[in-house]
């Protein structure tokens, strides 16, 4: 994974990262160009083929947006980008992040997220244009401790 690690980098083509998320039909009405400049990506920045966004709330961040393209799917991009996205929130001292899924669950427990009521959500992340309406609320609300 090492090698998939390092193709890991910031700031997608705005354009293209909403095309990618479109067709994962996962919510980008809310994002602007200037906060998918903070999302992370794999391939080349015009036509990503793996991206997740991360938004940074003080010690708490909203991991958002996990896509990879069908073409390269079981090659590890999924992992390195949850990786990478911890670790460079674990910079910016948040010590937990949270995510809503309708499809990933268990993905993202086989890395150390647990699903938690949403009614234990952070103010913070309650007022996420992504929790508040755009994820159904059938999703389930996950957590991990950095």
Do not use: W
Not at 47 to 60: D, H, K, Q, R, V
Not at 71 to 91: F, P, Q
Not at 111 to 124: L, S
């Amino acid at each position: 994974m090492t090698n998939v690690a390092q193709t890991v980098r910031a700031g997608p083509a705005p354009e293209a990262a909403r095309g990618l998320l479109a067709a994962a039909n996962l919510p980008s009405s809310d994002l602007t160009d200037e906060q998918l400049t903070s999302f992370l990506y794999c391939g080349p920045a015009d036509a990503p083929t793996a991206l997740i966004g991360l938004e940074i709330y003080g010690t708490e961040a909203l991991l958002r947006s996990l896509v990879v393209d069908p073409s390269v799917r079981s090659t590890g991009l999924a992992s390195a980008l949850v990786e990478r996205a911890e670790t460079h929130a674990a910079k910016y001292g948040v010590r937990t992040l949270y995510l809503l899924t309708t499809t990933a669950e268990a993905f993202f427990a086989r890395r150390g997220y647990h699903r938690i009521d949403r009614g234990v959500a952070p103010a913070a992340i309650r007022s996420t244009r992504e929790f508040a309406g755009l994820c159904p609320a059938s999703s389930a609300f996950m957590s991990k401790r950095l």
